[in-house]
């Protein structure tokens, strides 16, 4: 998609995250929180299973925009994290245009679970041309 109008919706529907899946990010990222990784070390501290790292999350929103746009077309991006995700959760990540002007989109963004929790919200600014 290269031209966007107020109201588009990219959508990106993400793999299952997995325990695999968490350890190759952990390696990737150098976070090797035991929260993410470490069942055991999570049932210390009375966290009943590991979760994945927001900033996983995050990048599934950034392939959201750059499946969407040339990296060089985002022109700020941000986020907050709202809620954990679980292991083995299929999160949704989506996009929706709120107004376009002076040369510029304005989204507002979103990774969500299956029963509708909300993990990330966030919003970026892409150039329009």
């Known amino acids: 998609m290269t031209t ?3 109201g588009d919706r990219l959508t990106l529907e993400c793999p299952r ?8 990010y952990a390696g990737a990222s ?17 966290i009943d299973d590991v979760f994945a790292h927001g900033m996983l ?20 991006y941000e986020v907050r994290f709202t809620s954990i995700t679980p292991v083995n959760s299929t999160p949704t990540c989506t996009g929706t245009v709120t107004r376009v002007e002076d040369g510029l989109a304005h989204l507002d963004l979103i990774v969500s679970l299956p029963d509708g929790t909300v993990t990330l919200r966030g919003s970026a600014v892409l150039t329009t041309d």
Not at 17 to 24: D, G, H, N, S, V
Not at 57 to 76: H, K, N
């Open 4 to 6: 966007l109008t107020q």
């Open 30 to 46: 150098g976070d090797h929180n035991p929260v993410h990784i470490d069942l055991d070390a999570c049932r210390a501290v009375g």
């Open 57 to 76: 999350s995050m990048a599934y929103l950034g392939r959201l925009l750059t499946d969407a746009v040339p990296q060089e077309r985002i022109a700020s």
């Open 17 to 24: 995250i997995t325990r695999t899946a968490l350890a190759l």
